[in-house]
């Protein structure tokens, strides 16, 4: 912006006249935009003009204001104004600088009939909420990476250049399906419900965005059409809201999984950022490899310790072989005659065979008489049976 | 017939990786999963490394004509 710049004549500063209503432009400038209510007077209108032009008027008190609104954005608005309409008219305020003349540069013009669509709006807006339409628990989730984006659009070039920008911008390889349909004016909500069941019934269509940019109220409307708004809220996939800005709430964005102000927000919403994809895929392949060498290992480890249990297999029956003969040996060891001998006992043998009863031998038989060390013979003196 | 999205592949993936994690699988089972793992690793790289933005138009009937 050019400086403000005054002749100075000694301690006095002199602006000239094209300075200082700049400078008054430039203070102007600054000061917020605002709706203002009057009635259209002079409006004029011409096709090779960049401006219409119109005078606002108060009913009560006569005063004026001029108002400027490009013609682009006048025409857009679809609303041939009549004079003596009341209106609403939002803009900022602007000094012409040539005349030094205060005027309004409107950004839109709203007929005053909104009131009745507001009433409307609100009601529908209840009985839909009341069907349950709105509520959180109907929300899905986004797909984390669409096989394909659908974007529904009108002709509309900034908001669909800015959501392919930035999905571009995350995920380069991103299939996107446009469906342009009308979405203001009369008939908007029937091509947009058609369009919106183009892009869902697509095989590949996992999210699909209503990408909207600003509008006055009454370009907005169809995206609060009940038929609109059920259709986002039964549609097979789930659908991000990008209609209207920041404080527009139409009643799409309500039935919407998701909403957002404007169309790259949407677009970093649909789409991921490859390269978090890629490190966490570089992640996943690592826990991948980590696992089955895990596993392995723990089947190897088990295989050796079967090994080595195999390997020690024939030594372990060997020994257990020899400890049960140890204890037969023993046993065998303690039915022996000799060792009951060495106890104190003796073996009586006579007529050929070991006594075992005392009738068994006659007086005067010979006795021989077995000890633990050597033998005795003796003769039966008596016998005591 | 579509094919499997990246969700759906990037999904199963996660759940072999988990299932070996634990590790109480037969080792037989173990090695398949780990190649339909690796499989699946590779589709998923592959499926990000296309970087050609494409672009299709629809038409929708519109009923007001």
């Known amino acids: ?40 007077t002079e409006l ?68 005053l009939g909104i009131g009745a669509h507001l009433v409307a709006l609100e009601q529908l807006k209840r009985t839909l909420a009341a069907e349950g339409l709105f509520a959180p628990e109907r929300k899905r989730a986004l797909p984390r990476l669409p096989r394909a984006v659908g974007i529904l659009t009108g002709a509309d070039a900034a908001a669909r250049g800015d959501l392919v920008a930035t999905i571009r911008s995350r995920f380069a390889g991103t299939r996107i ?34 990408a909207r940019g600003g509008g006055s109220f009454e370009d907005l409307l169809p995206f609060s059409d009940e038929r609109v708004v059920r259709a986002v809220a039964s549609a097979r996939v789930p659908i991000v809201s990008a209609v209207g800005h920041e404080q527009d709430t139409p ?41 089955i060498r895990g596993r392995l290992e723990r089947d190897r480890g088990r295989l050796e310790r079967q090994g080595e249990r195999l ?29 009951t001998l060495s106890r104190g006992y003796a ?15 006659r007086v005067g038989d010979s006795l021989d008489i077995q000890l633990a060390a050597g033998a005795l013979a003796a003769t039966v003196d008596e016998v005591r049976p | 017939m579509s094919e499997p999205s990246f969700e759906e592949m990037s999904k199963e993936l996660e759940e072999i ?15 398949e999963l780990f190649r339909r793992g690796q499989q699946l690793h590779a589709e998923c790289v592959a499926r990000l490394e296309s970087a050609e933005l494409q672009i299709e138009e629809l038409t929708a009937p519109d009923p007001a004509t």
């Open chain 1, 311 to 339: 390997r020690a297999a024939p030594r372990l029956l060997t020994e257990r072989k020899r400890a049960g003969l140890d204890r037969s040996g023993a046993r065998l060891q303690a039915l022996s005659p000799l060792a």
């Open chain 1, 177 to 210: 399906v446009v469906c342009e349909t009308r979405v203001q004016g009369k008939g908007a909500a029937g091509a947009i419900v058609s369009a919106l069941r183009a892009l869902t019934e697509h095989p590949d269509v996992d999210v699909v965005v209503l």
């Open chain 1, 251 to 291: 009643l799409c964005d309500l039935a919407a999984d998701a909403r957002v102000a404007t169309p790259t927000a949407a677009g970093a919403l649909v789409v991921p950022d490859v390269r978090e994809l890629q490190g966490a895929l570089v992640a996943t392949r690592r826990r991948l490899g980590l696992a």
């Open chain 1, 347 to 361: 073996i009586v043998r006579a007529r050929g065979g070991a006594l075992r009863a005392a009738s068994s031998a």
């Open chain 1, 1 to 40: 912006m050019r400086k403000v710049e005054h002749l100075a004549y000694g301690d006095r500063k002199v602006f000239t006249v094209s300075a200082f209503n700049r400078g008054v432009g430039m203070f102007l400038g600054r000061l917020p935009a605002v709706w203002v209510e009057g009635e259209v």
């Open chain 1, 44 to 111: 004029r209108r011409n096709d090779a003009w960049a401006n219409v032009f119109l005078t606002l008027k108060d009913p009560t008190t006569g005063a004026t204001l001029s108002v400027t609104i490009a013609r682009r954005i006048y025409d857009r608005l679809e609303l041939p104004l009549t004079e003596g309409e009341t209106v609403h008219v939002a803009g900022r305020a602007e000094l012409y600088e040539q005349k030094g003349e205060l005027g309004l540069r409107a950004t839109t013009v709203e007929r």
């Open chain 2, 17 to 31: 990786v988990v299932r070996l994690e634990r590790g109480d699988v037969p080792v037989d089972e173990a090695i």
